[in-house]
T-cell receptor, first 114, second 114 residues
Framework: GAVVSQHPSWVICKSGTSVKIECRSLDFQATTMFWYRQFPKQSLMLMATSNEGSKATYEQGVEKDKFLINHASLTLSTLTVTSAHPEDSSFYIC??????????FGSGTRLTVV | AQKITQTQPGMFVQEKEAVTLDCTYDTSDPSYGLFWYKQPSSGEMIFLIYQGSYDQQNATEGRYSLNFQKARKSANLVISASQLGDSAMYFCAMRVDSNYQLIWGAGTKLIIKP
């Protein structure tokens, strides 16, 4: 079956620093990757959609300069939270799709900014 | 407007009983897909079952079945013979084929009592 690896599982960083989260499809080529943010006891909120080799499409209200997304290859997408602040603390989860009909999720990253 | 509605914030069910989780959707797109995901406390999103808008029969996957009523725009998840390990958040999601993004419901927290 399709497997997506997401690292790190959790990270604690100091306010003002940047954090990079990796999302890698292990056994398939992901045409599209999605990045979500999830607050406690809430549903997933789509942040951006990225296609290999092109710029990510951000959802309204998501700061492009704060949440940098790179989809350099068909198996790897990264989300960098720049100059992180406590309000960026959240659960971030990626999803990869090869055919737009199935979506495989990473295990998520719990980010805590102190 | 495209929307997924899950009206049950939480449910308690006795072990070994069947449980139905409600999901209604709204879209004007004739081609769409409906998904159910399970999210345990660890945070990973586990795919359970899928139903395409043109599928004639209700989808089944082991103990999971999807009660698809197109005219009522409902896609309820039925879990037969519930187990303690079924305790988790359950999300209904819809893919609209015009942009392949997933639209998410608010989720239902299911707790199985021993």
């Amino acid at each position: 079956g399709a497997v997506v690896s997401q690292h790190p599982s959790w990270v604690i960083c100091k306010s003002g620093t940047s954090v990079k989260i990796e999302c890698r499809s292990l056994d398939f080529q992901a045409t599209t990757m999605f990045w979500y943010r999830q607050f406690p006891k809430q549903s997933l909120m789509l942040m951006a959609t990225s296609n290999e080799g092109s710029k990510a499409t951000y959802e309204q209200g998501v700061e492009k300069d704060k949440f940098l997304i790179n989809h350099a290859s068909l198996t790897l997408s990264t989300l960098t939270v720049t100059s992180a602040h406590p309000e960026d603390s959240s659960f971030y989860i990626c999803s990869a799709s090869r055919d737009h009909y199935g979506y495989t999720f990473g295990s998520g990253t719990r980010l805590t900014v102190v | 407007a495209q929307k997924i509605t899950q009206t049950q914030p939480g449910m308690f069910v006795q072990e070994k009983e069947a449980v139905t989780l409600d999901c209604t959707y709204d879209t004007s797109d004739p081609s769409y897909g409906l998904f159910w995901y399970k999210q345990p406390s660890s945070g990973e999103m586990i795919f359970l079952i899928y139903q395409g808008s043109y599928d004639q029969q209700n989808a089944t996957e082991g103990r999971y079945s999807l009660n698809f009523q197109k005219a009522r725009k409902s896609a309820n998840l039925v879990i037969s013979a519930s187990q303690l390990g079924d305790s988790a958040m359950y999300f209904c999601a819809m893919r609209v084929d015009s942009n392949y993004q997933l639209i998410w419901g608010a989720g239902t927290k299911l707790i199985i009592k021993p």
